[in-house]
Structure formats: C-alpha cells, structure tokens
C-alpha cells in the first residue's frame, strides 16, 4: 500500500517536542567498556524527534504547527535556517540557551545508539505558551524527551487547558524509565493514546510480555496503545481488541527516526478519519520509506 496525502484542514494538529543537531557515526558494532573501535562520521543533520514527526506530516499534507524551541547560538541559528528552509512555523525564541546535540551511533544492520547533550529544548517555561491556542488543536504529539525533569509539570498544566476531545499522541522515548511515574499518570487521563517501541512499553509497564503490557496501558487510559515492533511490524489495542500490521521485512540502512516516521504516518492516518489498523498500516508504510535512508529525514 502506499500512504496517501491528508485532505482534512479542519483537523488541526500541535507537534510538541525538540528539533537538536544529529551526528552520524557508523561502526560495526559497540565496543564493551575499555575497548577502542574505528568509527566513520557520515553526516551532521538537524533532528530530534518533534522535527522528524513534523516533516513526515508536512509531506502527507497534514495541517499542523511544530511548537520547538530555538536557542541562542550555532545550533539553534542552523536549526533556525533548517526550519525556515522547510517552510516550518517558528513559534517559540528563547536566547537563554543554546539547542542539544545529539550522537547517532549506527552499527552494521542499522541499529542506532544516541548520546545526547541537552539544551533549550529540555528546559520548557510556561510563557512558551502564550504564542499558541493550545485549546485549537484537534491531536497533540508529545515526545517523552518534552515530559522528563521539570519540563513535565509545565507541559501538562498547558495540557489541561485542550479542548476535551482533543487526543495526545504521547510517545514515551528510550529514555521512559526516567519518567515521573505521578505526571504519567495524570498524562494518561487526558485521553492519551499511548505510542512505543518494545523496550518502551516494557518500561511503562513492567512487564514483557507485551499484550499483558498494552492491556495495562489500556487499562489506564481508556484509549488505544500502539506499540512498533521493528521489522515485525506494529502490534495494536483497539476498541475491536489486539490487531497486527505487518509489512515485508527489509534490510535498514539505519533505524534513526524510523519511530518518528511511524508516528507521523499514524497521525496523519487519524487526521484523515482512517482506523487504527488503517493508521498503523500508514505509519507503518512511513517508517519502511525511513529506514531506507541515511539519517531521519526523507529527500
């Protein structure tokens, strides 16, 4: 299948989250603690995940603005030129501080490892806010990197302030285990469709076995749990119950942003009134297209 491009300006969708430096290194596999590796730099790029979700929703059509914060210096003035390149909205300026930077390790077989510096983009204010209506949008995105630290209590009192349908799209990151347990919980009574990987749901919910995992998440926030499975496809909970969508398995070039590329593609399946099947098979189709290519953006 291929995933057709969105024709629904009334939906309005709020992609909330970071835009960092990426820095690509290839090498054939990590090395153990005290051992040396040979390492090729590829490429340095602009990322993170609120940027690539946005791309792959600008790219089916989608109405929406990408609410990222942009520092004072080199990274956030390329950042800032990426952006204005890509015919992206510039919603928040904040000269306290520069923009993160993030290290790319990709072995051979495209796994990816990040190491990342932290900047702006962890250090949400309240007075952000004042640029957008958060009540005007219909989906929300959230990236876990934007819930972690004290930047969650900030984030969720603005998101109390949406309109009472509106879904969150939270997708909790690898770092999942470091979240506040209590702001998850208020998070997910805000009719939050919860957005993971296999290690990310295990870390939500303490258990690997992932439909007694989904099934908890479930039971918590009343929505549907999506959960990507790589190169198995996507495992997902509905009000019809569990499904799968599966794709033909392929050989990655890299697996950067190929969570991003779902979630964008699942998004912009809601967007476009399709089912949850319907939506995973779109994201599914998004993340195929990523992992074909260097790094987390499409040509």
């Known amino acids: 299948m291929n995933a057709q491009t969105v024709d629904n300006p009334r939906k309005k969708v709020l992609v909330m989250g970071s835009a960092i430096l990426d820095v690509i290194l290839t090498i054939p596999s990590l090395p153990k603690s005290g051992e040396d590796v040979f390492a090729k730099q590829e490429e ?21 603005d990408l609410m990222v914060p942009i520092g ?9 030129e990426q952006l204005i390149e890509d015919n992206h909205s510039l919603i928040i300026k904040d000269n306290h501080e520069d923009n993160g930077w993030c290290l790319s390790i990709v072995e051979e077989g495209g796994e990816r490892t990040f190491i990342t510096m932290t900047g702006i983009e962890n250090d949400w204010k309240p007075e952000w806010f004042e640029h957008i209506d958060i009540f005007a949008y219909d989906y929300i995105y959230l990236s876990g990197y934007t819930f972690e630290g004290h930047s969650a209590s900030v984030v969720l009192e603005e998101l109390k302030g949406k309109k009472k349908d509106a879904k969150i799209i939270f997708d909790p990151s690898p770092r999942a285990r470091h979240l506040n ?31 007694e995992g989904v099934s908890r998440l479930n039971s918590i926030t009343s929505e549907p749990v999506i959960v990507t499975m790589g190169g198995d496809g996507t495992l997902y909970y509905a009000e019809e119950g569990f499904g799968e969508c599966k794709e033909a398995p392929i050989i990655p070039v890299d697996t950067i942003g190929a969570g991003d590329a779902h979630m964008g593609g699942f998004i912009a399946g809601l967007v476009a009134g399709k089912s949850i099947r319907e939506a995973c098979c779109w994201g599914n189709v998004m993340a195929r297209k990523i992992v074909q290519v260097r790094g987390g953006k499409l040509p």
């Open 44 to 64: 340095s790029f602009v990322g993170g995940c609120a940027y690539n979700v946005a791309n792959i929703l600008k790219r089916c059509g989608v109405n929406y």
């Open 72 to 80: 004072n210096g080199p990274n956030g003035k390329r950042i800032q």
């Open 181 to 211: 347990k209590d702001f998850l919980q208020n998070l997910f009574q805000l009719n939050t469709i919860v957005h993971c990987n296999v290690s990310e749901l295990a870390a939500l919910t303490g258990t690997t076995e992932m439909k």
